[in-house]
Nanobody, 114 residues
Framework: GQLVESGGGLVQPGGSLRLSCAAS????????MSWYRQAPGKERELVAG????????NYADSVKGRFTISRDNAKNTVYLQMNSLKPEDTAVYYC????????WGQGTQVTVSS
């Protein structure tokens, strides 16, 4: 299986970005999907997760009300809409697929800076 993230970049504080993660090589609809991030010198942390059929989502307290995770099972893609971005959101963002085994993407850099 393979996960490929895209959509990262440089954005000013208060701005928005939408990350995408395209999946291939496994049965996407059977996997829960999540986004993690890792800032320099910090541990990787869970940002948001979504169940296999999309009915259940969960978020880290630090992003609740600002980030939205969604999935399009017809396109084998999961998204992370990020609004009201803050400098502390700067990190490499990773996509993860979970079931009996995990798949990870290579990450995409998000930098929030003026």
């Amino acid at each position: 299986g393979q996960l490929v993230e895209s959509g990262g970049g440089l954005v000013q504080p208060g701005g928005s970005l939408r990350l995408s993660c395209a999946a291939s090589g496994f049965t996407f609809t059977s996997y829960a999907m999540s986004w993690y991030r890792q800032a320099p010198g910090k541990e990787r942390e869970l940002v948001a997760g979504i169940s296999s059929v999309g009915g259940i989502t969960n978020y880290a307290d630090s992003v609740k009300g600002r980030f939205t995770i969604s999935r399009d099972n017809a396109k084998n893609t999961v998204y992370l809409q990020m609004n009201s971005l803050k400098p502390e959101d700067t990190a490499v963002y990773y996509c993860k697929a979970s079931r009996t085994r995990d798949y990870w993407g290579q990450g995409t850099q998000v930098t929030v800076s003026s």
